[in-house]
């Protein structure tokens, strides 16, 4: 029996307020941040962004990748206009100097924190895609995401790769199920706000376009529910799209990257020539071809691995109950395998390269979760129940240490020099830092 309006309305409802919650949630996990991660949260994103909001004299570091035009400008765009947006509600309130510095500091991390929730909440509405609305199954991967520690470590820095994570998953709730039979013109709409997102997910990161690849090759495979011609006519339908949705894509990011420049440019192959066909960022680093098999998926999972692990076997064992989670679980766990396999023959590598996977094997992992501990939070056994405080105990200790410990100095020193900067009132301080470069931030 499908829904009455009044339930239609509570679940909306529900909806909403999971929402607020996320948002309100990830924003307080972006401002109590403390450590360092990678320079690219700093140099690849807030530096150009301060650069476009405030010009060329401001005093942003520009690091030579983007002398080199191997970046996308549509990142550090967005912290651009929440630069500018800050600084016009500063001056419209004749905020402090001091005061305005911190604003300046905590907008972007807001604005993060905002593209983090949205990935939790999608990363939600894709499991009850997957396994129905209100399973128990759906609220598992709710409490996945909430509990992931490389979520609270990682998803509110203003790093390319977690606005990829967010594209990524909203994409792929848009994305149609194969053999769906819902109106194709629903299909088609979904499909092409999907492949719009991806391919703007794209255009931060080249590598992403693997994932959809392989969406878009099994939706479309002949099989026992397809036949020869409609996986023919699926895949026509899927190449209109994407060129439809990818020509307007490419076509806003050539602008924007012309106006960042001062010359047409187009980042993305630039990219995958240095990366890729050059193989010139082994300079940050070379990693053994099991990299993330053995330390890239522990560290973006940690105690959830076995459970996603379960989940891959299942969707691809067809061992998912319901047809639709099939259909959708199956070519998540297909994603997984060929994305590392093919970034694993890249000799640099980096565990947040792996993290737009992250949403999908929540998904997967999210099935095992809730039937081992059925019924879900309230397992009926003791070592259950043990182990599921083992399970919440061992992230949050690990999301406190990484968040708050590991590497928290080098943030440290900045806030202390800026402080000494403003208490002594000199108009130029310098400092030395005899370390690597790019080991702190900028400001």
């Not at 970046?71 to 206009?81: E, Q, T």
């Not at 520690?149 to 792929?172: G, K, M, Y």
């Not at 070519?331 to 997984?336: N, Q």
């Not at 396999?341 to 993290?355: N, P, Q």
């Amino acid at each position: 029996m499908p829904p009455t309006q009044k339930q239609r309305n509570e679940s909306a409802l529900s909806a909403v307020n999971v929402l607020y919650f996320l948002i309100a949630f990830r924003i307080c996990n972006a401002l109590l941040i403390r450590t360092f991660f990678q320079p690219d949260e700093y140099f690849q994103s807030l530096e150009p962004a301060w650069d476009i909001a405030f010009g060329p004299s401001s005093g942003a570091w520009i690091t030579w990748e983007w002398r080199e035009r191997l970046r996308s400008s549509l990142h550090p765009l967005l912290f651009a206009g929440v630069y500018q947006a800050t600084t016009f509600l500063a001056e419209s309130l004749h905020l402090e100097t001091t005061t305005r510095a911190e604003l300046l500091l905590a907008a972007p991390k807001v604005l993060q924190g905002c593209f983090a929730a949205l990935t939790d909440f999608f990363i939600w509405k894709l499991a009850e895609k997957a396994y129905g609305r209100n399973s128990q199954a759906s609220h598992a991967a709710l409490f996945l995401t909430v509990f992931s520690p490389w979520q609270w470590f990682c998803s509110t820095r203003t790093l390319s790769n977690s606005v990829e994570t967010t594209l990524t998953t909203i994409a792929l709730w848009l994305w149609p199920l194969r053999n769906d039979p819902k109106q194709p013109g629903s299909n088609a709409r979904s499909l092409r706000a999907a492949l719009a997102l991806a391919a703007i997910a794209t255009i931060l990161r080249p590598t992403n376009a693997i994932i959809w690849i392989v969406m878009a090759l099994y939706t479309a495979a002949p099989g026992a529910d397809i036949n020869t011609t409609r996986a023919f006519w699926t895949l026509a339908v899927e190449c209109r799209e994407a060129l439809i949705s990818g020509l307007m894509v490419v076509g806003v990011s050539l602008v924007s990257d012309r106006s960042y420049y001062g010359e047409w440019t187009f980042p993305p192959l630039r990219f995958i020539h240095f990366n890729v066909v050059q193989s010139l960022a082994v300079f940050y680093g070379r990693n053994r071809p099991d990299y993330y098999l053995t330390e890239g998926l522990p560290l973006l999972l940690t105690t959830t691995l076995p459970f996603a692990a379960w989940g891959c076997w299942q969707a691809l064992s067809s061992r998912i109950p319901s047809a639709d989670g099939q259909k959708l679980t199956r070519p998540l766990a297909i994603s997984v395998i060929v994305f590392i396999a093919i970034m694993s023959l890249i000799a640099h590598k980096e565990v947040r390269f792996i993290f737009p996977l992250l949403p999908g094997l929540l998904v997967l992992a999210a099935g095992p979760f809730s039937q081992f501990f059925s019924p879900l939070l309230r397992p009926r056994t003791m070592v259950k129940k043990g182990l599921l405080i083992l399970f919440v105990t061992v992230n949050v200790v690990f999301a406190i240490y990484i968040s708050q410990v590991h590497q928290r100095g080098v943030v440290d020193v900045l806030h202390h020099l800026r402080h000494e900067h403003e208490n002594r009132g000199s108009s130029n301080t310098t400092v030395m830092f005899m370390m690597p470069c790019h080991s702190t931030p900028w400001r």
